[in-house]
């Protein structure tokens, strides 16, 4: 019998250490890139435009386009304004919104595209999926994976640690999605790929379990590492579930009920995460993701984020019509209102005590 295998779905080049950009240019010659040197580079008007000026003498070949927001009429501009230039890839140099518009751009007109992340805010720079806001809200468009993917620890540094503390939250929130797919497993007979499983849980695992900071280049160096295995287990998958259970369903609702007041993505994932994996009982795992989410200044409490416990309740409430289908430990456990508002309490009283 033959030895059966697959092949994964990844980048063909992931360049993560300080001064990465540096080797930019020689990695965009790469022959599976650009043979050329004729390139499109998406950027944001603020840290994007500052990096042109540093790259730009290196890529005498490329052209620049700057992405007003992350829109889908953003990602649709920007495509029709590249597919004129016959160009040999798409680059998306900035945070998640430029990369975003520029995975599904890319995807619109049939080209590969480098991701060049300068924040570390959360999985979606090597995922198979681009978030973009619609005349509905947000949706989720499937796209190519990158073919490569340069992050620079320099730059990272250098943006707000907002934006490292949000990837924090959703690389730990990878352990409380992993559990959610396994339960629908047992419950539901849903389909589980192990490898994609194995991928996405060891990703947060490390986050949650390294004993550095937001300042130390081997902890942004892991997290940065996390983000980009989370990112390739969806692509195994074939979807968002290896890193997206009731964790994401409560940061969904957040943005539904309350878009104006909503926090970042990672820190509602964060904090979805514990008190989802509080509500399956494992209690210990819980207690640890609040211990290092709190030390990483990310919030485990509604209140911390502005919002009442009540309104946190609401959340909880709404959170399975904001992912019909998928089934995670608030699909399984359907509390009432007042038995959500029982359970938060003792969350609440357990990571105050």
Not at 51 to 77: C, H, S
Request: net charge negative; aromatic share 6%.
């Amino acid at each position: 019998m033959p030895v059966l295998t697959r092949l994964i779905p990844s980048p063909v080049v992931v360049d993560i250490n300080a001064g990465a950009l540096d080797d930019l240019a020689g990695l965009l010659a790469d022959q599976r890139i650009s043979a050329s040197g004729k390139l499109a580079i998406a950027i944001s008007g603020g840290s994007g435009a500052r990096l042109r000026e540093r790259l730009a003498p290196a890529l005498p070949g490329a052209e620049w386009y700057e992405v007003g927001g992350g829109t889908l009429d953003d990602a649709i501009k920007l495509a029709d304004a590249m597919k004129k230039g016959h160009y040999d890839a798409v680059v998306g140099l900035g945070g998640g919104k430029i990369i975003d518009c520029a995975k599904f751009a890319a995807a619109r007109i049939g080209l590969p595209l480098v991701a060049v992340a300068t924040n570390l805010s959360h999985d979606g720079l090597c995922s198979p999926v681009a978030t973009l806001d619609n005349d509905a809200g947000r949706g989720s468009y499937g796209v190519p994976n990158p073919i490569a993917v340069v992050i620079d620890l320099d730059i990272i540094r250098e943006a707000p640690v907002r934006f490292v503390r949000s990837g924090i939250g959703d690389a730990i929130s990878n352990i409380s999605a992993v559990a959610d797919w396994e339960l629908s497993h047992r419950e539901t007979g849903e389909n589980i790929d192990g490898l994609a499983a194995a991928m996405a849980r060891q990703a947060g695992e490390a986050v949650l379990r390294h004993p550095g900071g937001v300042g130390d280049d081997n902890f942004l160096q892991v997290l940065a590492e996390g983000l980009v295995l989370t990112g390739i287990s969806m692509s195994v998958a074939g979807d968002s579930r290896p890193a997206s259970g009731a964790c994401h369903e409560i940061n969904h609702a957040f943005d539904i009920l309350f878009p104006k007041r909503a926090a970042s993505h990672g820190e509602q994932c964060g904090l979805g995460a514990a008190f989802a994996t509080f509500l399956r009982g494992d209690k210990e795992t819980s207690a640890l993701m609040v211990e290092v989410l709190q030390r990483h200044g990310l919030p485990v409490t509604p209140g911390e984020i502005g919002f009442t416990d009540e309104e946190f309740v609401q959340v909880v409430e709404f959170a399975p019509k904001t992912r019909p289908g998928r089934y995670t430990i608030l699909e399984h456990l359907d509390l009432s209102t007042d038995e959500i508002r029982d359970a938060y309490a003792d969350y609440a009283k357990t990571i105050s005590s």
